[in-house]
């Protein structure tokens, strides 16, 4: 069975910094491109970062790529996300994504095949 956990959300002020982790397990990790995405209240579910399985290349939504930074370790079946200088629109629940044999393209949702259940970051001003 595919599980996906995410971890290290929470309460934290606008500038603050945030790491978040995604364990996978019950996968071939180092076969499926790794997603991040958020949901903010009332929005829509919105592609964050990926890193691709194939050569790790990275790709970001244009809201978050001078602030984000996603990473992944294959030995420890984790995908990263780091989050700098925190602000309020950040607020969201973070869902990690995998795509088997995904690429750098695939940004969309339905591109993916399993997902986590979210871990909440919250902003505060």
């Known amino acids: 069975q595919v599980q996906l956990v995410e971890s290290g959300g929470g309460l934290v002020q606008a500038g603050d910094s945030l790491r978040l982790a995604c364990a996978a397990s019950?996968?071939?990790?180092?076969?499926?491109?790794m997603a991040w995405f958020r949901q903010a209240p009332g929005k829509e579910h919105e592609f964050v970062a990926l890193?691709?399985?194939?050569?790790?290349?990275?790709n970001y939504a244009d809201s978050v790529k001078d602030r984000f930074t996603i990473s992944r370790d294959n030995a420890k079946n984790t995908v990263y996300l780091q989050i700098n200088t925190l602000k309020p629109e950040d607020t969201a629940v973070y869902y990690c994504?995998?795509?088997?044999?995904?690429?750098?393209?695939?940004?969309?949702?339905?591109?993916?095949?399993?997902w986590g259940q979210g871990t909440q970051v919250t902003v505060s001003s």
């Open positions: 994504a995998a795509a088997r044999r995904g690429s750098e393209y695939n940004t969309y949702g339905n591109d993916y095949n399993f």
């Open positions: 019950g996968l071939a990790f180092s076969w499926y491109t």
């Open positions: 890193i691709a399985y194939s050569d790790g290349s990275i």
